[in-house]
């Protein structure tokens, strides 16, 4: 706190005034930097006009944060046996507010005829599983070979659910 007290230029009780813990503040800016990811999304899907090449595109972002230093943090935090129950839950809300992106996203594929017809929420669940499962490749291969082992993954994950009348 007193490292974020002198990078801020306030005293420790005006932190403390906003934010009754630590905790409370890492809650928050992880919070802003979900917001952040979100936003970015929309700017990023906004010209993309198919389910594919939104999953592609997608895969992408969800790589591209594996860079941002948060995460990292998130994850330890997530992980210590210490945490608060309370705090552990608001993580876990804050970590799942993209889900509507992804389920809208295989919705729509599944609309347009693009992905087979499926339980959604299983879909989602494998979607997600194979997004944060290859997470731990960044830590062995770096940044630079993560963008395309997503972008193969993504290649994988569409000859199980495209459509037999879709393009391909």
Do not use: C
Not at 14 to 28: G, Q, T, V
Not at 86 to 91: I, K, M, S, T, Y
């Amino acid at each position: 706190m007193d490292e974020i007290r002198e990078a801020a230029g306030a005293s420790k009780g005006s932190i403390y005034y906003h934010f009754k813990s630590k905790e409370e503040l890492f809650l928050y800016i992880l919070e802003l930097t979900m917001l952040e990811w979100m936003n970015k999304w929309a700017a990023i899907s906004a010209p993309l006009r198919t389910a594919t090449d939104k999953l592609y595109a997608l895969a992408e972002h969800f790589a591209s944060d594996f860079q941002n230093p948060l995460m990292k943090a998130a994850e330890e935090f997530s992980g210590s046996e210490t945490a608060d129950p309370a705090v552990l839950a608001r993580l876990m809300e804050i970590t799942r507010a993209h889900y509507p992106i992804f389920r809208q996203l295989l919705e729509d594929g599944m609309e347009s005829g693009e992905f087979e017809r499926m339980d959604v929420d299983e879909l989602l669940y494998v979607v997600l599983g194979l997004m944060g499962g290859l997470g731990v490749a960044y830590y062995e291969l770096g940044a630079e070979r993560i963008g395309p082992l997503y972008r193969r993954s993504i290649d994988i994950l569409l000859r199980g659910i495209r459509s037999s009348g879709a393009d391909g």
